[in-house]
């Protein structure tokens, strides 16, 4: 951190006045909201050279395309850290977030979502133009290798672990010709590999793409496979067809497009990476413990099914095999999730602790009272700490942040402990005098940091607000 902060000064001339830490969605790296006055930067910190100097250079290229992404503005010596612009927080996979979950998209939803769609083709093409794969990692290109993996990742990861019965001989002889006809679609383009909603920012009303440093050269239908079929959108087949129009009708500016052959090559894609992710799944979940992860398997199973309602007549065993295994009731099941629960509440003091409905007892109750107050002064009473006029008055003079800084470590070592022994409930409660501003402030910070730092169910409440959420 404290190099990142050097970064920093060396750049923009002054000290990081606030810091604070962004929740990274499964990435190995940290990210850091870095403010001085107006200027506001996002500070990473990596943990794989490799990554960084691909992120780094591909990000370099992009940016003197045009492309929309965010410009690197500084990077350490060892390439560990770097500072980028910072694009703000509306990331699409949020902003969809209502629409995904009901299943029903707002025309505002579909809109953004086919803004995002028709914009992939300008980094596959334009991205490709004058780019020295060789920056790519862990792979400069899409190759058989690549493709052997993930159709293994399948067959060892989910497939074996379902127990179905299938001859590995003649399902080999499949995922050959299989092989074949993915590598037959590549071309000369980039393939960001990773392009999915929590990858795209909306600034400004336009898409921006991060996260991109896993790319390489490869075809342009994984993405639009990656995108659209993704398990847990939950996008009907009406939307699909929309988001494909929109792909296409921006892919045209770029070659030639035959429609009917773009179709059937995107619909091998669609299989390969329904197959890679149940791989994914069976992997976090039947060998890693995370029975969480098996609870997405129901959406891809239910995807593969209507996608093979029109048989694959080129793989006739893997269809029968997949047909066999959409058949498999146990598989719809979601199994018991047993993570630690985490309960997280706030509450004002006034009105007493919050008990604890589960019996266990212990846990944190910490008193956030010592902190300034905004709720001493009339302008503030209207908002809650989870609105940014509150948020910026608490971060103003880093008090709450070194506060926070001492919670995580106590809570953290908790939620280590607890996991190690198999316990299934902590309750961490934040208590002020109003139980509106500061203590609503620390348990939404609080729920952040340990979702993003653990494998563990997060519950929140806001007593005196009425709110109640699950993480």
């Known amino acids: 951190m404290e190099r990142l902060k050097q970064l920093f000064r060396e750049y923009a001339g002054v000290e990081a006045g606030e810091v604070l830490e962004l929740t990274s969605s499964g990435s190995n790296r940290r990210y850091f909201r870095m403010k001085s006055g107006k200027l506001s930067l996002i500070g990473a910190i990596g943990t794989s050279r490799e990554e960084n100097h691909a992120f780094i250079n591909l990000a370099h290229h992009f940016h003197k395309q045009n492309l929309n992404v965010p410009e690197v503005l500084a990077v350490s010596d060892d390439e560990m850290e770097y500072l980028q612009e910072d694009l ?3 990331q699409l996979y949020m902003l969809v977030k209502n ?6 998209y707002s025309r505002e939803e579909v809109d953004m979502l086919c803004k995002a769609v028709s914009k992939l083709p300008e980094i596959q093409f334009k991205g490709a133009e004058g780019l020295d794969f060789g920056v790519c990692y862990p792979d400069s290109e899409f190759n058989e290798r690549m493709v052997n993996f993930d159709l293994n990742y399948f067959k060892y990861c989910f497939l074996k672990a379902t127990g179905l019965e299938f001859n590995e001989v003649r399902l080999q002889d499949d995922f050959d010709i299989l ?6 679609a590549a071309g000369n383009t980039f393939m960001y590999r990773d392009f999915q909603a929590r990858n795209v920012m909306m600034k400004d009303g336009e898409p921006y793409f991060i996260d991109f440093q896993g790319g390489r050269k490869g075809p342009i239908y994984y993405d639009v496979a990656s995108f659209i079929w993704q398990a847990r959108s939950r996008f009907s087949q009406e939307l699909k067809d929309i988001l494909i129009e929109s792909y296409l009708e921006s892919l045209k500016k770029f070659t030639d497009v035959d429609e009917n052959d773009f179709r059937e090559k995107l619909r091998i894609f669609v299989l390969f990476r ?6 994914a799944y069976g992997f976090r979940g039947y060998f890693e413990k995370k029975p969480h992860f098996l609870g997405s398997v129901p959406y891809a199973l239910g995807s593969l099914k209507k996608l093979i ?15 066999r295994l959409t058949r498999l009731h146990h598989l719809y099941e979601v199994a018991d999730d047993k993570r630690l629960t985490v309960s997280i509440n706030s509450f004002a003091y006034k009105r007493g602790i919050p008990l604890d409905k589960t019996g266990n007892g212990g846990g944190y109750v910490f008193d956030c009272r010592a902190i300034n107050n905004p709720g001493k002064y009339e302008h503030y009473r209207q908002f809650n700490g989870m609105d940014k006029e509150v948020i910026d008055f608490l971060e103003e003079d880093g008090e709450i942040l070194t506060f926070l800084e001492n919670v995580y470590n106590m809570v953290d070592a908790h939620v280590q402990r607890f996991q190690e022994r198999k316990f299934t409930n902590l309750q961490v ?5 109003g139980g509106q501003h500061r203590s609503v402030y620390c348990a939404e910070h609080l729920a952040e940091h340990l979702s993003r730092k653990f494998d563990v169910k997060i519950s929140v409440s806001h007593r005196e607000l009425g709110i109640e959420k699950q993480l």
């Open 88 to 90: 703000g927080d509306d």
């Open 99 to 104: 629409g995904r979950e009901a299943g029903d």
């Open 179 to 184: 092989r074949q006809d993915l590598m037959s």
């Open 274 to 279: 329904t197959l890679q992710v149940l791989g």
């Open 309 to 323: 309602a029109v048989p694959f007549t080129r793989y006739p065993y893997l269809n029968d095999v997949l047909d």
């Open 429 to 433: 409660n934040f208590g002020c005098t």
